[in-house]
């Protein structure tokens, strides 16, 4: 009876994070795993979810650290734990949250992949390239070229709708994580990569219309269910082009595309409040993880250039 109240539980609160926080699906998925984890541990235990006090929920995170689960991984459990009990306190399932004091054992903060512009720049060479056609070769550069100069989320970028990019717009407007709208400026060869695939879209949406078929929503349009182009279809797609542009496919990605378009940024002088408003982020100090990164290549600058720094034995 206590694993399935837990998974009642469990259910009740993904689909209120889901309708009330707006939350995504990677991120619920990513709840579910580890409360269904919890919930099966206090099982074996003879442990109810709906009355586990606080030292039962430290012991499992202690389990979690026996069996050789990274700190961020225990880290990420605990907050899934935490979020679960705070909505349960809430909703009167539980007269007192016992997962709301406990200490976790720390996100590591890890420095993101990033790309140089040599590397950014032979990418967006290969683009050009890649494709069975004139036009999907004219979608790919469209592409690349959007997701490095607005930096958006791949999710973002699959999913724009072509009423956003209308009129040659040195601006365009985007909706991020929980429904948040910003503006995000366009460069000058994004500009000229969007003109060309909107010549190319129009020209397949008259042929649809022609075809009394209704014309697509969406900048990068499919045949899936979206009505866009997916998420791992565009993954998969820039693996090629990282192949055909001479890089390591596994070290590129569209986040280290977006982690590139914030560091290079930032090396060029932007403010980093700036920076913080195209990337969407809620809070500055996760824009801040950049500024790591740009020190992290100024020391190895220094190290690689300065005649001091050179180890003359």
């Known amino acids: ?141 469209c592409l690349l070229e959007v997701l490095y100069a607005t930096g958006l989320r791949v999710s973002e970028l699959v999913s724009l709708p072509v009423a956003a990019v209308r009129g040659d717009p040195r601006m365009i407007l985007v909706r991020g994580k929980g429904g948040r709208e910003r503006m995000v400026p366009l460069s000058d060869p994004a500009r000229d990569a969007l003109a060309d695939w909107l010549a190319d879209w129009d020209a397949q949406a008259e042929r649809l219309r022609a075809a009394r078929k209704p014309e697509p929503r969406h900048l990068f349009p499919s045949r899936a269910r979206s009505g866009h182009l997916s998420r791992v279809g565009f993954y998969l797609l820039l693996k090629d082009i990282a192949q055909r542009a001479g890089l390591d496919p596994a070290r590129v990605s569209p986040h280290v595309l977006r982690h590139a378009f914030a560091t290079h940024l930032l090396a060029g002088g932007a403010d980093l409040r700036a920076i913080q408003t195209m990337l969407g982020h809620a809070d500055v100090s996760t824009t801040e993880i950049y500024t790591h990164v740009l020190e992290e290549r100024l020391k190895s600058l220094v190290m690689d250039h300065h005649p001091l720094a050179k180890d003359d034995t």
Request: net charge positive.
């Open 1 to 141: 009876m206590g694993l399935q109240r837990a998974h009642t539980w469990i259910s009740t609160f993904l689909e209120a994070s889901a309708a009330e926080a707006g939350a995504a699906q990677n991120t619920l998925l990513g709840y579910g795993r580890d409360l269904r984890d919890f919930a099966e541990w206090a099982e074996g235990e003879g442990l109810d979810v709906a009355s586990i006090p606080r030292d039962e929920i430290e012991r499992y995170l202690i389990h979690c650290s026996e069996q050789g689960l990274a700190k961020s991984t225990r880290a990420r459990r605990l907050s899934s734990i935490r979020q679960m009990y705070r909505f349960a306190y809430a909703e009167g399932w539980r007269k007192d949250d016992p997962a709301s004091r406990i200490s976790g054992p720390g996100k590591v903060k890890t420095l993101p992949e990033t790309l140089s512009h040599a590397q950014v720049e032979a990418l967006l060479n290969a683009a050009r390239e890649t494709g069975r056609n004139p036009v999907e070769r004219r979608r790919n550069t």
